[in-house]
DNA sequence: TTGTAGGCGTTATCAA
DNA sequence: TTGATAACGCCTACAA
C-alpha cells in the first residue's frame, strides 16, 4: 500500500521535494507556471498530504477536543452542533468524546488529547469529577482548555461560558410560588458541580424571599431511574408538596410518569419544572414547564473563546466567564 | 513550550534513546533494572508519548472514524456506546463526526479521516449520499469501511451490518393488520437508502398479503417539519386511512402532535406505528408503538467487523452483511 | 542487553 | 525562484 509523497511528485518532476512543498502550501515562492505543473501531477498521483507528518514537524494540529458527559443529552448535541461550526470556520478539526458521566473515562479521554497534541479542549466535566488534575496537566502542556456549562473552580488560566444556574434556579421556583405553589421540593444532582449547587441555591432564594419553608432531598444524579426513585419518595416522604423542582428534565419526566400512573394530577396536585428542555419536554403530557440553556450558542461562544486562546499561543489567557440568562419556558405542567 | 522527548530520558540516564524507547513500550529486550529506571525517569520529568511522531513511524495510528448523520438520534447515540466499548477493548481510538445528512460535510469528514490516516471507519451515510466516490477513495487508500444501518451498494470489500428493514416494515405494517385497520398509509424516506426503500417494501408485502390497498405519499427526510406536513396531507388527501406506518419515530411524533390538536383520536381514528424506538416514543400520549433497532448490538458487531478487517491488513477483506432481527414494541398508538 | 543509524513525510532555514 | 539539508519525535533493523 504505497502512498504517494512529496517525493515522488518530485521525482515525477524532476525538482526539489521542498518546492513541491512550497507549492502544495501555495506558497507565492514559487513560480505559478511550475505550482500549476506540481498541483496536477499530485492530482494524477493521487496525493494527499499526510496530516500527522505535517503536523509533527509543526507542532500543532488544527484540532480541539471536546468532551462530555454524553451526546445523547440535548444540551450537549446542541453544544456540538455550536462547536463544529465555529471551528470549521476557523479551520480546526473537533475529536468528540464521551465520558459517559464518568471521571476515569473522562481522564483517560483528556489524557489522550494531551497525548494526540490537540491544539485547545472543550469541557464539560462528569458528574464524578472533584479533582482536576488530569486539566492541571493540559495547562503544564500549554494546552489552553475552556468549560462550558460544567466547570471546576481553581483554574485562573482557563475560560468558562455557563449559564447563570442561580438565576435558573430562581426563576423557576419563583414561577412555581406565582402558580400558587405553597410547599415545594427541589430534587438537585451531585454538590461538587456548580450548576447544580446552584441551581439549588437559587431555590432558595426564591423561597427565601417569599418566606417559603425549604424541602430538599439529597442529591441524586438525575437519570432516569433517579426520576423514579424520586417519585417514590415523594410519594412517601414529601406527601404534601404542590410544586417540585428537578434538576433536570430527564428526572423530571420520569417522576411524571410515576406520579401519572400513582393518579397524581399535573399540574392541579403538584405543579413540575424541569431544567434543559429536552425535546422530550415538549411531547409528554402535560407538556413540562423547563429552563431552557441554548445549548448551540454556549457552544459556540465557548469555542470561540478557546480559539482565541489557542491564537494567543498561550501566553496571555482570556479567562473570561462568559454568562448567558438562561429563559424559561412555561408549558402545561404548571398552568394553574 | 519544551516538550519531553525520550532524547531528553536518554541525555539524563546517560543511555541511548532506542533503549528508553523499548522501554518504553515495555520491550522485554532491555533489563528489568533499567526499565525501572527509565519508567522513573520518565514519570519524573513528565514524559508523554508524541502520538503524532510515534505514529508517523509506526504508518497508523490505532484510530477508527466513525460517521453518522447526526449524534442527537438515539440510534446513533447508541451505536455510538456500543462502538466505543469494543473500540476501547481492543486499543483503539475512536473520532466521532456528524455528516448532519449533508453530502458535501461526509464527504470532506471522510477526506478527513483518510487524511488522518486512520485505520477504519464505520459510517452510515447521510440521507443526500448517492456517489460513493469517497468511499472508494478509502479502498484505494487502503483503510477499511464497514457500514452499519445505513449502507450502499457496490462495494464486495467491505463488511456491514444491519437490519432486516424489510422485515421491520412487514412487521409494522402487519401488526396494524392484526389491529384490523384496513387503510394503512405508509410514509417513507429518502430511496437511494435502503433502509428506506426496504421498510417501504417490507409494508407493500404486508397489504399484498392481506389483500389491501397501496396507499403512500411521496418520500420526505422525515423530520419534525415534514412530521408535521405529513399530517397536514394526511387530514387533506388521506382523510380515510386508519392506519399509518412512518418510517422514523421523530415525523411519527411530530404527525401524532398535530393529528392530536386536530382533534384525531389515535388509535382509534387512526392507529400509528414508527421506526427507531426514540426514547420520546414512550413519553408521547398515546406512547408509540414501533420498531426497535438495538444501535448498541450493531455498533458493537460492526466495530467487531472493522477491527477484524483492520487486523487482516486488508488483504481479504471480511464483507459479511450482518443481519438483525428489529423487534416490534407495542405501546398505545396501536391498542385496539 | 544496549547502541548505531536511518527513516516515517513534512516543513523551515539557509544558501544558491 | 529553487535546491540542499536538517529537524519534528519516534521506532526498528542491525551491529556490538
Redesign the interface.
Same mark, same amino acid.
Given at each position: 500500500?504505497k502512498?504517494v509523497t512529496i517525493h515522488e511528485i518530485a521525482r515525477a518532476l524532476k525538482i526539489d521535494s521542498s518546492t513541491v512543498s512550497r507549492a502544495l502550501n501555495n506558497s507565492d515562492r514559487v513560480k505559478e507556471s511550475t505550482k500549476k505543473l506540481i498541483l496536477k501531477k499530485a492530482e494524477e498521483l493521487?496525493y494527499?498530504?499526510?496530516?500527522?507528518?505535517s /503536523?509533527?514537524r509543526k507542532r500543532k494540529?488544527n484540532t480541539i477536543g471536546v468532551v462530555i458527559p454524553?451526546?445523547?443529552r440535548?444540551f450537549f &448535541?446542541s453544544a456540538?452542533a455550536g462547536i463544529?461550526k465555529v471551528a470549521q470556520e476557523a479551520g480546526f /478539526?473537533?475529536?468528540?468524546?464521551?465520558s459517559l458521566e464518568q471521571f476515569d473515562r473522562e481522564e483517560r479521554i483528556v489524557e489522550?488529547l494531551? &497525548?494526540?497534541?490537540v491544539d485547545g479542549i472543550l469541557i464539560s466535566v462528569s458528574m464524578e469529577t472533584k479533582k482536576a488534575d488530569h486539566l492541571a496537566n493540559c495547562i503544564?502542556?500549554?494546552i489552553p482548555f475552556v468549560f462550558f456549562d460544567r466547570h471546576l473552580e481553581g483554574f485562573p488560566e482557563s475560560g468558562r461560558v455557563i449559564i447563570d444556574d442561580n438565576f435558573g434556579g430562581f426563576t423557576a421556583t419563583e414561577h412555581l410560588i406565582n402558580k400558587g405553589c405553597k410547599r415545594i421540593a427541589h430534587f438537585s444532582g451531585p454538590q461538587d458541580l456548580h450548576v447544580y449547587k446552584n441551581r439549588l441555591e437559587g431555590y432558595k432564594k426564591a423561597l427565601a424571599k417569599h418566606n417559603l419553608a425549604y424541602s430538599s432531598d439529597t442529591p441524586s444524579r438525575l437519570t432516569e431511574a433517579d426520576g423514579t426513585l424520586l417519585a417514590k419518595k415523594i410519594l412517601k416522604d414529601f406527601k404534601d408538596i404542590d410544586g417540585a423542582f428537578f434538576a433536570n428534565d430527564i428526572s423530571a419526566?420520569a417522576a411524571m410518569?410515576y406520579l401519572k400512573k400513582a393518579g397524581i394530577r399535573i399540574p392541579e396536585d403538584i405543579a413540575i419544572v424541569g431544567f434543559s428542555n429536552e425535546?422530550?419536554s415538549e411531547?409528554?403530557?402535560p407538556s413540562l414547564t423547563t429552563i431552557d440553556q441554548s445549548g448551540e450558542i454556549i457552544g459556540k461562544k465557548a469555542c470561540e473563546l478557546l480559539i482565541d486562546n489557542i491564537a494567543k499561543g498561550?501566553r496571555v489567557f482570556n479567562n473570561e466567564a462568559v454568562v448567558f440568562e438562561p429563559k424559561l419556558i412555561e408549558r402545561d405542567s404548571t398552568k394553574k
Open positions: 500500500m502512498n493521487g494527499r498530504r499526510n496530516v500527522l507528518a /503536523n509533527l494540529g454524553r451526546v445523547s440535548h &448535541s456540538i463544529e /478539526n473537533v475529536i468528540i468524546s464521551q489522550n494531551i &497525548s494526540n497534541r503544564k502542556n500549554g419526566i410518569k425535546p422530550m411531547v409528554i403530557e498561550n
